[in-house]
């Protein structure tokens, strides 16, 4: 069945970097379009980032656009989200998710806390 992993969240100070990594697994990963969602406390998931399956194409939310960058790696199966000059706003837990006909998929989350 499909298996998102996401690794690499953690406690930073504001302006710095951190690299999420997101392992898949049970689909032909490379068929994909890949997304990345967080969620902070109290409000609503909201869509950070996405790459469609060949990696050529990316879109960015507003707020992350010039400090967020999307990447994959199709010969590992694996997404990455590269999060530079953080702030205290990018606090979140961080989701995985790609989608097919019949379901959408998401990882367990990864932890991201940008603080002082």
């Known amino acids: 069945q499909v298996q998102l992993v996401e690794s690499g969240g953690g406690l930073v100070q504001p302006g710095g970097s951190l690299r999420l990594s997101c392992a898949a697994s049970?689909?032909?990963?490379?068929?994909?379009?890949m997304k990345w969602y967080r969620q902070a406390p109290a409000k609503e998931r909201e869509l950070v980032a996405v790459i469609d399956s060949s990696g050529l194409s990316t879109n960015y939310a507003a707020s992350v656009k010039g400090r967020f960058t999307i990447s994959r790696d199709n010969a590992k199966n694996t997404v990455y989200l590269q999060m530079n000059s953080l702030e205290s706003e990018d606090t979140a837990v961080y989701y995985c998710?790609?989608?097919?006909?019949?379901?959408?998929?998401w990882g367990q989350g990864t932890q991201v806390t940008v603080s002082s």
């Open positions: 998710n790609t989608e097919d006909l019949w379901s959408t998929y």
């Open positions: 049970g689909f032909t990963f490379s068929r994909y379009r």
